[in-house]
């Protein structure tokens, strides 16, 4: 059967009145979250994970329910942008570049409608994308041993680095702490307790939702407390808005430019939204030129970076479905969902649970015309939400996660773990430490260990049967050029992305 029946045969799931409203429910609540301030798509999908588990929810429902909340976020994120001067989060950044002043002229509806429209156009466009080139990625991926997973998993370790990352030794040694917590439990091999101190919870290792939870949600709320939402700050006002024909044509060009770099730039291992976004908005610049009033409100100036880092989230989810390497964070927590699930993302996860990867790729063609259709008329009603104060809605939000984990295990020394790793969290954020790593980690760690052991168990303990094929060749000489682009090009991009920024004035 190929890809389009497949698709088809998801349409016909996804189109249940269960799954349109798990959907729609993800579109308005991921939409919320990105609009937040600080809060972001892969907060978002953190606290929401316990939630759901809480409730019940099939495989299906639960991810359809995910991938729509972040869907809607990468949405939500222009929101603030436009608004507030605040990006929602970091791919959002390069939106306030034109869309404040566009919205400090009387514009801010224009710039929120032909935002949502990019970002239609971008996350759309890539999801065809996904369609196309997922099931080729997996097909060719079928050829893995356990030494060719041994170099995929450190390959997905090396990713997070991210030639936008600050600081890769610090994502490393992030990652490295994260396979030590895999580690804590009985050793499923020999039997002997491994870092448990003794202490009986500790015997079947710690639960990764848990120190999900804690380093997002917790840490998110020591953070916030001690910012004193100093970022609280009002917005400009909403004007009677006036869209056209013309003005859709005008960005048209400019969303399809911005959605094709967006992809390339979220399927690339390491490269991210905010990446898809600062390309995209640089090229279009570029292309425009003297034509362009790029900096002072200009239209185009607010599609392409919303082209980009739609199409680029939607990019991300082909390495993370067919490899198993997450492309961002929001996608290393949706892996963390599929496993919690018992779905093991991959090669054989388009053979082994086909019906589900297809539904959920229908739900996201379903999700982002209801984007679309929510994004433009009701933006009245998000802009309302937006304002109320982060002190009335951070203690909600890290209640709902609170209660998520207490309804999992009803254990409360599963709460104390939790709180613990908030603490955790919040030191190694404010020593600039990325907390995604160390989930990835956790996650992964596990089935490294297996896959290494395979390889040395088949080989005779030969450590050179994780370089025996010329995929597995292929795959460390990729992890090694991801390790060392961070440090050759990253710091340059960096300076770009600052020198782009240097002139705005975030504290209007």
Not at 184 to 196: C, S
Not at 338 to 354: E, R
Request: with cysteine; charged share 10%.
């Amino acid at each position: 059967m190929n890809s389009f029946s497949l698709l088809m045969d998801g349409f016909a799931n996804a189109l249940g009145w269960e799954t349109l409203l798990f959907a729609l429910l993800g579109c308005i609540l991921g939409t919320l979250i990105g609009a937040l301030p600080g809060l972001g798509p892969a907060n978002g999908v953190a606290i929401l994970i316990p939630l759901v588990f809480s409730l019940g929810l099939s495989p299906q429902e639960s991810l359809i329910l995910l991938t729509s909340v972040y869907a809607g976020a990468m949405y939500g994120g222009r929101i603030s942008s436009i608004l507030l001067n605040i990006p929602g989060d970091e791919p959002a950044l390069m939106t306030t570049l034109d869309g404040y002043p566009m919205a400090k002229q009387g514009k801010a509806a224009e710039a929120l409608t032909l935002s949502a429209i990019a970002s239609f156009i971008g996350s759309f466009l890539a999801t065809i994308g996904l369609v196309l080139l997922a099931p080729l990625l997996a097909k060719a991926a079928l050829k893995f041993g356990p030494a060719e997973y041994v170099g995929l998993y450190v390959l997905a370790f090396a990713a997070l680095g991210g030639i936008t990352s600050q600081n890769p030794i610090k994502t490393l040694i992030a990652t490295a702490l994260g396979l030590m917590i895999a580690t804590v439990g009985i050793d499923a091999n020999t039997g002997i307790p491994r870092y448990t101190f003794d202490i009986l919870e500790l015997y079947e290792g710690i639960d990764f939702i848990i120190v999900l939870v804690g380093m997002f949600a917790i840490s998110e709320l020591l953070i916030f407390i001690e910012s004193h939402d100093v970022n609280n700050k009002s917005m400009v006002k909403m004007n009677k808005m006036r869209f056209s024909w013309r003005d859709f044509t005008n960005i048209l060009p400019t969303s399809l430019r911005g959605s094709t770099l967006g992809f390339i730039a979220g399927v690339l291992p390491g490269a991210g939204a905010s990446l898809g976004s600062f390309i995209s908005y640089t090229l279009e610049k570029r292309i425009l030129g003297d034509k362009g009033r790029f900096g002072t409100g200009d239209p185009c100036g607010v599609a392409a970076p919303e082209a980009g880092n739609n199409a680029a989230a939607n990019g991300a989810l082909v390495p993370m479905l067919t490899l198993g390497i997450p492309g961002s964070g929001t996608t290393a927590v949706l892996l963390a969902m599929l496993v919690s699930l018992n779905i093991t993302p991959g090669p054989m996860l388009f053979q082994q649970n086909a019906e589900l990867v297809w539904t959920i790729i229908a739900a996201l063609f379903i999700g982002n015309i209801m984007l679309l259709i929510l994004n433009v008329p009701m933006i009245g009603f998000f802009v309302k939400i937006l304002s109320i104060p982060p002190r009335y809605l951070m203690p909600l939000v890290t209640l709902v996660a609170i209660l998520g984990i207490y309804s999992i295990s009803h254990n409360l020394v599963d709460i104390y773990l939790m709180i613990g790793f908030g603490v955790f969290g919040y030191i190694m954020r404010k020593l600039d430490v990325p907390v995604v790593p160390i989930i990835l980690g956790m996650l992964l760690g596990p089935e490294l260990e297996t896959a290494l052991r395979h390889s040395l168990v088949l080989s005779d303990g030969n450590w050179m049967v994780l370089w025996h094929s010329p995929l597995a060749i292929g795959l460390w000489v990729v992890t090694i050029a991801v390790l060392i682009l961070p440090v050759v090009v990253g710091p340059l991009l960096r300076g770009k992305m600052k020198q782009a920024t240097a002139n705005k004035d975030f504290s209007d």
